[in-house]
């Protein structure tokens, strides 16, 4: 099946940091922009970061970075200082519609999304 796997997320404080993980299952990362994405309950979904094949970022939310390791089939997203508004289900997904990362990051391009994994941010 062809999927990402998200993890890493969880319930944290204010003010503090995760790292969430994207793992490519029955695909190869090598040729993808992929997308980091996140939906808060009744808010449509929005994309956050992004990050060309080369390994190039493009981060929306200024605390948040995207690296990956081609090698390894994985991706991964930096998010610090988080803020109770960061409180969302994460999601990566792979463009396959541009060869780089695009703004504004329309879901239409992206494919293979994973189940997501929520982050909650709450003293």
Do not use: I
């Amino acid at each position: 099946q062809v999927q990402f796997v998200e993890s890493g997320g969880g319930l944290v404080q204010p003010g503090g940091s995760l790292r969430l993980s994207c793992a490519a299952s029955g695909f190869s990362l090598d040729y993808y922009v992929v997308g980091w994405f996140r939906q808060a309950p009744g808010k449509e979904r929005e994309g956050v970061s992004c990050t060309n094949y080369r390994g190039g970022s493009t981060n929306y939310e200024a605390r948040f970075t995207t690296s990956r390791n081609n090698a390894e089939n994985m991706v991964y997203l930096e998010m610090n200082n988080l803020k109770p508004g960061d409180t969302a289900v994460y999601y990566c997904a792979a463009n396959t519609m541009r060869n780089m990362c695009a703004y504004p990051m329309e879901l239409h391009e992206y494919d293979y999304w994973g189940q997501g994994t929520q982050v909650t941010v709450s003293s």
